[in-house]
């Protein structure tokens, strides 16, 4: 396992909405191929080159975890790539901020993940990010709440007010789903079709 120290890149998103992580990059932080690493990405410029302006309630950065190819690939999440408005030609500033070499277990804290709300209130954890942190069924994730999104791509203003009060634990069913309690889902709120970003705080097998 290597902690890579915010090793910085900017990249032209390809057809298949994947981004290269330069070679010189690659061999510095240990992102090689094969390994899972942990992005922070923002679109910078659209396909004409011309610089965008993020909404100011929206997430500075968007960050996703996902296995390196032999090229030094990674995909953006559709998740992510429509909610952060990036499409293929469009360039992004992007940095290393974690790499996992080996098989093993790691801590939950090291990722952050963005999901669609489904009618049971349930988000999916990516099956790298359960694969790499050795999450299973059964086992109980804590969970922080980072930012919401409505059903059409609008900033939840609430979450940053009282974004401390919504924590909570969830246990990890077959399918790599957590469930958000209703109270927060109501409090919040977060309806069905909601894009909500997490950070994992801890697994309790």
């Not at 061999?27 to 923002?42: N, Q």
């Not at 993020?54 to 296995?67: A, L, V």
């Amino acid at each position: 396992m290597s902690e890579a120290e915010k090793f910085e890149f900017e990249a032209e998103v390809d057809r298949e909405c994947r981004i290269r992580i330069p070679p010189d990059l690659q061999k510095a932080s240990g992102a090689l191929p094969d390994s899972i690493v942990t992005i922070k990405m923002k679109p910078i410029m659209d396909q004409e080159r011309r610089p965008l302006e993020i909404h100011p309630k929206m997430p500075e950065n968007f960050e996703f975890t996902d296995r390196v190819d032999e090229e030094g690939f990674v995909r953006i999440p559709d998740m992510i790539g429509r909610s952060s408005g990036t499409s293929p030609g469009f360039t992004v500033s992007a940095s290393v901020e974690h790499v996992l070499r080996e098989e093993k277990r790691e801590p939950a804290y090291k990722y952050e993940f963005l999901d669609k709300v489904d009618e049971d209130g349930r988000i999916t954890i990516p099956g790298v990010i359960r694969s790499s942190a050795g999450i299973g069924s059964g086992d109980v994730v804590s969970i922080r709440l980072r930012h919401v999104l409505d059903s059409e791509n609008r900033p939840v203003e609430r979450i940053e007010e009282l974004v401390d009060k919504f924590d909570f634990s969830s246990r990890v069913d077959e399918e790599g789903r957590i469930t958000i309690p209703s109270e927060i889902r109501e409090a919040v709120p977060i309806a069905p079709g909601s894009v909500i970003t997490v950070k994992m705080e801890q697994v309790m097998g």
